[in-house]
């Protein structure tokens, strides 16, 4: 009985002792699986650990990047955790996605907003420009005023724009232009359908030098400026629309000066006293469009690398 009793106790064991090892097997061969399998990167481009889906992010880092760029609460931490806690990371993943629905934003009704200002140096050119956006918010943070500063920076180193969009040339303005076209010398022999297309190119280019959005960004020539309020759009989070403009010239009749190309209405207001010339010194020759353009340009550079 005792030998019987012994060979039991001994056959369970090993039977015990084989079921354990078939189960540390199965761990061994789970654990090796999960750390070959590749890891997801994250915004950063680095390995995200199995952990980081949990990383923690403290809410004033939510707060700071939420006050920088404007975006909702939700985004701004999701753009934390992709980036591993780097801010500027973060804010570069809440630009590209805000890329795509930039398009969608721009339907947004904007009744909020900026009026900024800009005086070059010196004092004799001035720009006044109207900038909206969504919600009372975005308007006191710290990207749009950036945003709206650039702009009437753009808009004094543009001496030849007068209006903010192609919508905003009026209709008998274009048709006269391509009247004034339709009789130039150099088209008298051409055909009527070679004829409207060549004055049609002439026209569009003539008007996009007046249209600021069509401008090159003082910045970065490689953007225009109507790119260049969409990257924002896409930062920020909200549709911005730039509505008007006026411009200023020192020693320039107020009737002269037009809101994003238009003439200034001011009949209920008593007429502006002209501007004291003294006669013995002449006035300067007005220079080169184009000299006055490259020259504007180069100043404003220099002001905003400084």
């Not at 890329?99 to 140096?121: D, F, M, N």
């Not at 274009?174 to 055909?191: F, G, N, T």
């Not at 009949?267 to 010194?281: G, K, L």
Request: hydrophobic share 40%.
């Amino acid at each position: 009985f005792a030998d019987g009793r012994t060979e039991y106790v001994l056959s369970q064991a090993r039977s015990s002792r084989k079921t354990m090892m078939r189960w540390w097997l199965k761990i061994l061969v789970v654990g090796v699986a999960v750390a070959f399998q590749p890891s997801p990167t994250t915004a950063a481009g680095r390995r995200r650990s199995p952990l980081s889906a949990t990383t923690t992010i403290s809410a004033a880092d939510v707060k700071a990047l939420r006050q920088e760029s404007g975006a909702g609460m939700m985004d701004c931490k999701k753009a934390l955790v992709e980036a591993d806690g780097d801010k500027e990371k973060a804010a570069e993943w809440l630009r590209v996605k805000g890329l795509a629905s930039a398009a969608k934003k721009g339907e947004r009704a904007t009744k909020e907003g900026l009026i900024e200002t800009y005086i070059h140096t010196g004092g004799k050119l001035g720009v006044m420009v109207e900038v909206n956006c969504e919600t009372d918010f975005v308007s006191k943070g710290p990207k749009f005023k950036e945003l709206c500063k650039m702009l009437a920076m753009q808009i004094a180193a543009c001496p030849a724009v007068e209006y903010v969009r192609f919508d905003d040339i009026p209709a008998d303005a274009i048709a006269y232009e391509r009247s004034m076209e339709l009789q130039a010398e150099d088209l008298a022999s051409k055909p009527d359908a070679i004829k409207e297309k060549i004055v049609e190119g002439r026209v569009t280019k003539m008007f996009k030098e007046k249209v600021l959005l069509e401008q090159d960004y003082i910045k970065d020539t490689n953007m225009n400026v109507d790119e260049f309020v969409k990257s924002y759009v896409a930062t920020i989070g909200e549709n911005i629309q730039v509505k008007r403009f006026v411009k200023f010239n020192l020693g320039q009749e107020a009737d002269d000066d037009a809101p994003s190309g238009k003439k200034t209405t001011t009949a209920e207001e008593a007429p502006a006293p002209a501007p004291v010339v003294d006669e013995a010194t002449p006035a300067a020759a007005p220079a080169d469009l184009g000299e006055l353009k490259a020259q504007l340009k180069a100043e404003l550079k220099t002001e905003l690398l400084a």
